[in-house]
């Protein structure tokens, strides 16, 4: 089965998703150890290739992968010739003499990933491209979620936000949903596409389908051309997590999880991030044994 | 020349292909019936093939000036003579823009040199910017008869209204690539299903229709006949439908790809499948080929758009809009049309060789006694595969690269010439 890429999760298949999951066990066993680290990617180049700014991405990756033992470089593409004007294509062109076995890669543009897959050997790892996909976000709340329900079928989790910009909506619900999870939408009119999965625009309604997770995303102001909603202080008391959704939700144990960077006072109220069972800091540490799992499944061509 | 075609089926606009004969002496033809060969004539035996008049694309992208490295006039015209194609006009978004009289004449002058005829339409602003009217009687005198911004809309209402008062005096008439930019946004697909599960912004196609029903309202309101650009969806359809029952002067065009691909075929990033307008959904397939068979649709046109295969390989977003289309429009209607009854061959040669030419007021091309030989032979039982070598366009961006269909263009006349002979 070995891939060459990861660039989403609508191609993988339920065995897969399962057997990268349980793969990431041992190694998030490993981080509470002296030695956090195997020697799996001995010898191997990884380099981080980011269009788009990213700090909790780019260091989840950095740490994941030498953790693997392997050696990383990060292509600063503020300071390259990208700036310049050079096309992505000429950049990997010169990017494949420095023969990387792993490229990981986000672009403003949907499907750039998958156009530099096809270009180079190296195994390409989607880490966020446009409003496309972000599998290994989906893959560490999976791991996440999993943590806290073992039994994921059956279960339900409401995707509470800008689904229309989001690429973690598109891979999260992707993934729960070939895990068996029961999957809603819910967000302001104009920013919850119809999809196969049930829609929601009225959040206290949404809480009486009974949900186990809101998952909380961030408003993407950066990719809205134009306002799709009339002011923050509106989207937060009509779609915001505030104190008084938050009683509710913690009277009936709900977990509370969301992909960061958090915009407090928009989709959450500051209390919100003290509450039990906000899985966030979870978050953040299952990405690296996530994506540890993800470098270590796939096996480049470039040898 | 003394050219004997035996053994064929002749096809024309009103008549399924009947047998007969074609004998072309020095570029007339001189007899068509069921005969034995004139003495001297050369034979060319075209027992199962059809003979029908060249064909007329009457929206097609050349580049030149300006964007060489994609097209030149010189090789979009011999794209054009491969897919058995004799005639036609060219959009005015080069660069720069065929948007004066001057540029016009360096078009011409340059189509002067090539085996089929070629016309170019004209900007209706300068730059195709949409703020200033082009020198449109200039451009009339230039030998301009279409005038059209295509590649965009005229975003302002009230200039286009002005230019349609004022162009329409100079006997012109105008084309509409129609198109709500604010609602369009990105342009890079149709807004849907597929959209949303690519990650891009999609245009939706009430960005086309609402457009196209504002053109149309204008048009009719000065009086001036207005031609609709490759019409994607159905309510665009229904909508050119309801003006004509109206009397409004409007004529329709449908590119063949919007009658076979829709939005699902991008797969994953397929950029050969990216075009404005885009391609949309199986229902939307079906109504416009309803619509070509009643005669909504006027004509059909390629909007033959070359694009190199550098800039195609770029992410979706980046890539640019369109396909190639002359080399293998014709084939590729056959193979997935007329060889399955979808419609005649009569829907072919008037659809796409009479009626344009009409719209141009050109006379049209006829496979009769007395006429002007203006033939192609087409044999329906041999295929093609539409490979890099077989195409003429210097671009090769379309997703019939490599595909082999059924039907090939064996030969083209145009007057005192054979242009083509596999």
């Not at chain 1, 979620?145 to 598109?170: C, N, Q, T, W, Y």
């Not at chain 2, 990650?199 to 229709?209: F, N, R, V």
């Amino acid at each position: 089965m070995a891939r060459k890429d990861f660039l989403d999760i609508v191609s993988l298949d339920r065995e897969e998703i399962i057997h990268l999951l349980d793969q990431a066990k041992p190694f998030k066993d490993l981080f509470t150890r002296s030695v956090k680290k195997v020697p799996a990617l001995n010898g191997k180049t990884v380099l981080m290739l980011f269009y788009e700014p990213s700090t909790r991405t780019l260091s989840s990756f950095e740490v994941a992968a030498k953790r693997l033992s392997a050696d990383v470089t990060i292509f600063d593409v503020p300071h390259s010739s990208v700036t310049k004007g050079e096309s992505v294509r000429d950049t990997i062109d010169t990017l494949q003499a420095m023969r990387a076995d792993y490229i990981v890669v986000r672009h403003r543009l949907s499907g750039q990933p998958a156009a530099i897959a096809r270009q180079t050997g190296a195994s390409v790892i989607n880490a966020g491209d446009g409003a496309h996909a972000h599998p290994t976000q989906a893959l560490l709340d999976a791991f996440t979620l999993r943590e806290v329900h073992p039994e994921l079928p059956g279960k339900k989790v409401l995707i509470m936000g800008d689904i229309l910009h989001s690429r973690v909506a598109r891979s999260t619900s992707t993934i729960l949903d070939k895990l068996g999870v029961e999957v809603a939408y819910c967000g302001p009119g104009s920013l919850v596409p119809h999809t196969r999965f049930k829609r929601f625009t009225n959040f206290d309604e949404a809480m009486r389908w009974g949900p186990d997770a809101v998952y909380l995303l961030r408003v993407q102001k950066e990719r809205q051309e134009a306002p799709f909603y009339p002011s923050d202080r509106e989207y937060h008391s009509v779609f915001g997590v505030t104190q008084e959704r938050l009683k509710r939700i913690s009277e009936e144990g709900i977990y509370v999880m969301h992909p960061g960077p958090i915009n407090r006072g928009v989709e959450l109220c500051d209390d919100v991030l003290d509450y039990e069972r906000c899985l966030i800091p979870q978050q953040v540490e299952n990405g690296i044994a996530a994506r540890m799992s993800v470098l270590y499944g796939l096996k480049p061509q470039t040898s | 020349m003394n050219l004997f075609l035996k053994g064929g089926d002749v096809a024309t606009e009103d008549n399924a292909p009947t047998r007969a004969d074609v004998w072309i002496v020095d570029g007339t033809i001189k007899a068509v019936s069921v005969m034995d060969a004139p003495e001297g004539a050369r034979v060319i035996d075209c027992a199962g093939a059809v003979i029908m008049p060249g064909m007329f694309d009457a929206h097609v992208h050349f580049r030149e000036p300006g964007q060489e490295q994609k097209e030149t006039i010189l090789d979009g015209s011999e794209a054009a003579i491969n897919g058995g194609i004799t005639g036609v006009v060219m959009m005015p978004n080069t660069a720069p823009s065929i948007d004066s009289a001057a540029v016009v004449n360096r078009v011409m002058e340059i189509g002067r040199k090539c085996r089929i005829p070629i016309l170019t339409s004209g900007c209706i602003t300068v730059g195709r910017e949409g703020k200033e009217m082009a020198p449109i009687a200039g451009m009339k005198d230039a030998g301009v008869l279409m005038l059209t911004d295509d590649g965009d809309a005229v975003p302002d209402a009230a200039l286009l209204k002005r230019a349609m008062e004022y162009g329409k005096e100079f006997d012109m008439f105008f084309a509409s690539h129609c198109e709500d930019p604010q609602l369009a946004g990105l342009r890079a697909l149709n807004e849907g299903p597929v959209s949303y599960r690519l990650g891009i912004q999609g245009t939706p196609a009430l960005a086309e229709e609402i457009c196209m029903d504002r053109d149309i309202r204008i048009a009719h309101a000065t009086g001036a006949h207005l031609h609709i650009q490759h019409v994607s969806s159905k309510i665009g359809m229904e909508t050119i439908r309801w003006w004509k029952e109206k009397g409004a002067h409007v004529t329709a065009e449908v590119a063949p790809h919007h009658l076979m691909f829709r939005a699902e075929d991008i797969g994953d990033y397929d950029t050969h499948y990216k075009m404005n307008p885009p391609l949309r959904t199986a229902e939307d397939n079906v109504a416009l080929l309803e619509g070509l068979k009643e005669g909504v649709f006027d004509l059909i046109a390629t909007d033959h758009a070359p694009h190199t295969e550098f800039e195609k390989s770029q992410a979706f977003v980046d890539a640019p809009n369109g396909l190639v289309g002359l080399d293998h429009a014709l084939i590729s209607l056959y193979d997935r049309f007329v060889a399955n009854g979808d419609f005649g061959w009569e829907l072919l040669v008037k659809r796409y060789s009479a009626e344009p030419r009409r719209m141009m007021r050109l006379d049209v091309a006829e496979v009769a006694e007395g006429k002007p030989a203006d033939l192609i032979v087409f044999d329906p039982n041999k295929a093609t595969t539409v490979s890099k070598e077989f195409m003429k366009s210097k671009s090769s961006n379309t997703p019939f690269l490599d595909k082999t269909v059924k039907g090939s263009v064996e030969m083209v006349v145009l007057g005192d010439e054979i242009l083509l002979e596999r």
